[in-house]
């Protein structure tokens, strides 16, 4: 069974910080990794994706995250915090086939100081 | 590409009724829908599964009775919540996987229901 762990259910930068966000997953077959944003009272918008084949990928606005097999880690960063980046973060994990479920992570909100 | 929709964004019910939720791919054709609910604050919980033409998966502790989900075409899936009650609010988000076989879901922008 696959399951999506978020330490950090709220994190606060400054304004220009760096965001680090951590995911660690848990699956018995190669994952298939996502982040998504949700802004308040929205759906879901994916950032990025790791499927196999580049472990640093790079995704909208500026974010990339890095897949570490070795850590089972999928950790999400941008080097410089804007204000609109405020929202809640999912993780979550798939095992690749292709009409599987999703095991989304609980969520980090994410708080940017001017 | 690749659009999602919800219909109604928001809608308002009176206990013991029933609401339907509709999620349509408007550039895309769905095999497999997912519905998911998310409590404020928390993460999203799946609560079915639904493929084109077949009936829908439900997880463990989804009432399939009381969550009838319908998905009678490859851009139409319907969740219809019976005999609502105030503990049935919540916010519904819909997902949708395309034919192409890609592993990518893509969300609607969800429903909100309130049941007074």
């Known amino acids: 069974a696959q399951s999506v762990t978020q330490l950090g259910s709220h994190v606060s930068v400054s304004e220009g910080a760096l965001v680090l966000l951590r995911c660690n997953y848990s699956?018995?077959?190669?994952?298939?990794l996502f982040w998504y944003v949700q802004y308040p009272n929205q759906g879901l918008q994916l950032l990025l994706k790791?499927?196999?084949?580049?472990?640093l990928v790079k995704g909208i606005n500026g974010f990339e995250a890095e897949f570490k097999k070795s850590e089972t880690s999928f950790h999400l960063t941008k080097p410089s915090a804007h204000m609109s980046d405020a929202a809640e973060y999912f993780c979550?994990?798939?095992?690749?086939?292709?009409?599987?479920?999703?095991?989304f992570g609980p969520g980090t909100s994410l708080s940017v100081i001017p | 590409g690749a659009v999602v929709s919800q219909h109604p964004s928001w809608v308002i019910c009176k206990s013991g009724t029933s609401v339907k939720i509709e999620c349509r791919s408007l550039?895309?054709?769905?095999?497999?829908m997912f519905w998911y609910r998310q409590f404020p604050k928390q993460s999203l919980m799946l609560m079915a599964t639904?493929?084109?033409?077949?009936?829908?998966?439900?997880e463990q502790g989804v009432e399939k009775d009381k969550f009838l989900i319908n998905h009678a075409s490859l851009t139409l899936s319907t969740l219809t919540v019976t005999s609502a009650h105030p503990e049935d609010s919540s916010f519904y988000i819909c997902?949708?996987?395309?034919?192409?076989?890609?592993?990518?879901?893509?969300f609607g922008p969800g429903t909100r229901l309130t049941v007074t």
């Open positions: 639904s493929n084109e033409g077949s009936k829908a998966t439900y």
């Open positions: 997902s949708a996987i395309g034919t192409s076989g890609s592993y990518e879901q893509y």
């Open positions: 979550a994990v798939s095992d690749g086939t292709s009409y599987d479920k999703v095991i």
């Open positions: 790791y499927t196999s084949a580049a472990t």
């Open positions: 699956s018995s077959v190669p994952p298939y």
């Open positions: 550039d895309f054709q769905a095999t497999t």
